[in-house]
């Protein structure tokens, strides 16, 4: 399994607070290759978000191996971490989350000043992507005068300047009008195209359809992984 | 990150909340603006102090009464009546003191002084002739009290340049011209050279008379305020200290120099005292000020604080962005720095102007010193890095999926 991306193996995630324990993520093993388009479903509770979290190396696992692009991701530091996040990662959040007051162009600019990329290639890049997402007239807009559309096509194209191995999507279209959902979808579909991998959650099956792979989890186990799965939640629809 | 766009994210943070930046920097600005204006006064008092005993002249001893003791208590000092003419003239024809060239007996007090429609109370001087050559006195126009004015008692003045402007106005030569002391009309001979100063000791202000005069005519008073003795020469101060101590005490019979009933204090003592008042002064006002520069500085920690916490989310999307400790450190600590010394550079303006203001109104020097200014804008920027490293440290070390899930 030379071209995988990620590689969990037996992943468990245990919270504790005084006495109480609490199992989120229970015995985990998961391979993705190069150029899936995953997508991760569950109802709220299931541990989703948490595996979601750990394979983005926004947090760390209780027991258990991830091996992200070659680089087992284990018991590293903090600097060591954001590191990876910087370079390996690209993530797209359900509340956009870019920085207010900040036009989409410096917005995009971000990662790239963390990396310490030369000036001029992070203006080059930073334009480049924004006119993949379609928003070459929007450059200097700051948040509040995006629709939510493009707001996260701002985060798309932040989450790939750094050309990351991975692009993480929590629910990406979760608070955005149907129509534009599609336009989110439809460029998702075509980074997948370009040959991007792409691990997406969500729990509305018509956005998961989207996903070449689907993995069920519930009460922090996988329940249910892979195509079959799909073909069956197609024909429900 | 680069400098610049470090700087340049700061102020977009700080212009965000444009009050609250102004008040956390408000702090700031008092405390170094009183810093910088209250150790300037300082100085300038301290060298306006200097300055006028240095003019005084260097070889002179000041004999004045002590507290008088007798039967067991002790009057208040200074205002005894313990130093007479005679002792005046002992010193002057006495063979065991070799080392005292002049000696000026003198007696002071304030008085009204009006001169046609004008008046002021100030220091009149009653002098014997001597007296221009041991402080060092020059004129200006007209001539100094002679020996016939004092065997005369002669109603004769010689004002300082400050009262005679108060009495004639400025330009306007007085000799010739009469004033009136205490209801007694004197007939003005001669104005003095301007010596500087300020305050209730301002040489400037002054009218010296005959001591003759002054004394019988004026106050009504036999003894004298003090004695002015011009030593030969500046080696000699401490021996002629001692003659003229042991001399006086052989005088007035008092066998205990504790129970001595004045005091002789040397150029040197009394530059010493004078410059040892002001620098505590100076330091105790410094030490309120440094205090305000501490409140100032808590309230940087106040305002970083709580835009830790108004930020949290920022830092959470910043650090799953990629960015490090020291990333996020540097951005709050620029923050504050730029905050403290923005508000640094405010109050040293202010400060300077505020004692600019003081120096007018107490006509003192208006000498800033560098070394201050330069303190203060080091001192602005370590509050900065003092009060900005606690929050900063905070948010470096917030756990970004905690601080993503912030609301």
């Known amino acids: 399994m030379e071209n995988s991306i990620i590689d969990v193996s037996h992943l468990t995630k245990i919270y504790k607070t005084d006495d109480l324990e609490t199992v989120v993520l229970s015995d985990i093993s998961l391979k993705i290759k190069k ?47 954001a590191d990876i996040r910087n370079k390996k990662i690209g993530f797209v959040f359900q509340a956009y989350n870019l920085l207010p007051r900040t036009s989409a ?38 948040p509040n005068k995006l629709s939510g559309g493009q707001q996260q096509r701002v985060a798309i194209a932040r989450a790939l300047v750094m050309d990351p191995a991975i692009i993480l999507a929590d629910e990406p279209t979760g608070n955005i ?61 | 990150m680069k400098l610049t766009k470090l700087i340049k994210g700061a102020i977009r943070n700080l212009a965000i909340n444009k009050m609250r930046t102004g008040l956390a920097m408000l702090g700031i600005v008092i405390g170094i603006g009183s810093v910088i204006a209250l150790v300037s006064m300082g100085e300038s008092s301290k060298m306006a102090v200097a300055s006028q005993i240095q003019s005084i002249g260097s070889n002179l001893l000041t004999v004045s009464p002590g507290s008088q003791s007798s039967s067991g208590v002790r009057g ?34 304030r008085l009204q002084v009006t001169a046609g429609r004008n008046n002021t109370n100030t220091q009149i001087v009653g002098v014997e002739p001597v007296y221009q050559e041991v402080r060092k006195l020059t004129l200006t126009s007209g001539a100094f009290i002679t020996t016939q004015n004092l065997s005369a008692m002669s109603k004769v003045a010689v004002l300082g340049p400050t009262t005679a402007e108060d009495l004639f106005g400025e330009g306007v030569n007085p000799v010739g011209q009469s004033i009136r002391i205490n209801g007694k009309t004197f007939q003005v001979i001669g104005v003095t050279k301007s010596k500087g100063g300020s305050g209730m000791q301002n040489q400037d202000d002054r009218i010296y008379v005959p001591l003759t005069t002054a004394q019988k005519q004026l106050f009504g008073k036999q003894y004298l305020t003090s004695i002015a003795l011009e030593a ?11 003659q003229v101590g042991y001399f006086l005490l052989g005088r007035h019979k008092i066998t205990d120099v504790a129970d001595a009933d004045f005091r002789i204090m040397s150029q040197s003592d009394i530059l010493e005292t004078a410059s040892q008042v002001a620098g ?23 305002i970083m604080l709580m835009s830790v916490t108004e930020r949290t ?14 990333t996020i450190i540097s951005q709050f600590l620029t923050e504050s720095i730029i905050l403290t010394f923005s508000g640094g550079i405010i109050g040293i303006a202010l400060g300077i102007i505020g004692f600019y203001a003081y120096s007018k109104i107490s006509s003192s020097a208006f000498v800033v010193s560098a070394g201050s200014v330069l303190l203060a ?31």
Do not use: C
């Open chain 2, 76 to 109: 208040a000092a200074g205002g005894a009546t313990t130093l007479t003419n005679e002792d005046a003239d002992a010193i002057k024809t006495s063979t065991t003191i070799t080392t005292i060239k002049n000696v000026s007996p003198e007696y002071s007090g």
């Open chain 1, 105 to 142: 162009l410096e917005n995009v600019i971000v990662p790239m000043e963390y990396a310490g990329v030369d000036d001029k290639i992070q203006m080059d890049k930073a334009k480049k992507l924004l006119g993949l997402v379609g928003l070459t007239d929007r450059l200097n807009n700051p």
């Open chain 2, 377 to 407: 804008f080091a001192v602005s920027a370590g509050i900065g890095v003092l009060f900005g490293w606690y929050p900063a440290q905070k948010a470096a070390n917030l756990q970004p999926i905690e601080a993503l899930r912030y609301e």
């Open chain 2, 313 to 326: 989310r920022e830092i959470g999307l910043r650090k799953a962005l990629g960015a490090k400790k020291k």
């Open chain 1, 177 to 237: 009008a149907s129509t534009q959902a599609e336009e989110v979808m439809a460029i998702f579909q075509k980074l997948n195209e370009d040959g991007h991998t792409i691990v997406m959650i969500t729990h509305e099956p018509d956005i998961a359809l989207h996903a070449k792979r689907i993995i069920h989890i519930k009460d922090g186990k996988i329940e249910k992984d892979g195509n079959d799965h799909k073909q069956k939640l197609l024909h429900k629809i």
């Open chain 2, 232 to 242: 030969t020469n500046e080696k000699d101060m401490t021996t002629a200290q001692n």
């Open chain 2, 280 to 302: 505590t002064f100076t330091s105790m006002l410094s030490g309120v000020a440094a205090i305000s520069l501490l409140v100032g500085g808590i309230g940087i920690m106040n």
């Open chain 1, 35 to 81: 150029g899936e388009f995953v997508a991760i479903m569950g109802p709220s509770g299931s541990g989703k978000s948490t595996l979601m979290h750990i394979l983005g190396a926004l947090d760390l696992p209780t027991s258990g191996k991830y091996i992200l692009d070659g680089q087992e991701v284990g018991r590293l530091s903090d600097d060591a971490l």
